[in-house]
């Protein structure tokens, strides 16, 4: 169990999904994982996807930064959905973190406080 709004959520998960699928081939393997920490749950989205650099990473969250990338089928992202997943995530007292390697895909994870 854990503290947070679920339609927040919610949205924060199938955002992160949906960004995984559009980053990734047909035949790539998306995971979703939850691990245990002592004060929260760790949310996990991990792909073998696209992957991203170094700058195109420090400016995921920031909405002053125009950010447009192309997905496998051409799909169109303004990166809007990561502001807003990080908005969410702060407002239910976790934080969220990216990591990648271009060409060889992207880790999302993201904390939630466990209920008390």
Same mark, same amino acid.
């Given at each position: 169990?854990?503290?947070? %709004?679920?339609? #927040?959520?919610?949205?924060?998960?199938? /955002?992160? @999904?949906? /960004?995984?699928?559009?980053?990734?081939?047909?035949?790539?393997?998306?995971?979703?994982?939850?691990?245990?920490? +002592?004060?929260?749950?760790?949310?996990?989205?991990? %792909? *073998?996807? #696209?992957? #991203?650099?170094?700058?195109?990473?420090? /400016? @995921?969250?920031?909405?002053?930064?125009?950010?447009? +990338?192309?997905?496998? =089928?051409? $799909?169109?992202?303004?990166? @809007?959905?990561?502001?807003? *997943?990080? $908005?969410?995530?702060?407002?239910?007292?976790?934080?969220? /973190?990216?990591? =990648?390697?271009?060409?060889?895909? =992207?880790?999302? +994870?993201?904390?939630?406080?466990?209920? =008390?």
């Amino acid at each position: 169990m854990v503290y947070a %709004d679920p339609d #927040m959520m919610r949205t924060i998960i199938r /955002n992160l @999904l949906t /960004n995984a699928i559009k980053f990734t081939k047909n035949d790539g393997v998306i995971k979703l994982d939850a691990i245990e920490e +002592s004060r929260n749950y760790k949310i996990i989205v991990s %792909d *073998c996807g #696209m992957g #991203m650099d170094t700058q195109t990473i420090k /400016n @995921l969250f920031r909405i002053d930064t125009a950010h447009k +990338s192309i997905g496998t =089928s051409n $799909e169109i992202g303004t990166g @809007l959905g990561l502001i807003i *997943c990080k $908005e969410f995530v702060e407002k239910n007292g976790g934080h969220i /973190n990216v990591t =990648s390697k271009l060409g060889k895909g =992207s880790k999302f +994870s993201f904390t939630v406080p466990k209920f =008390s």
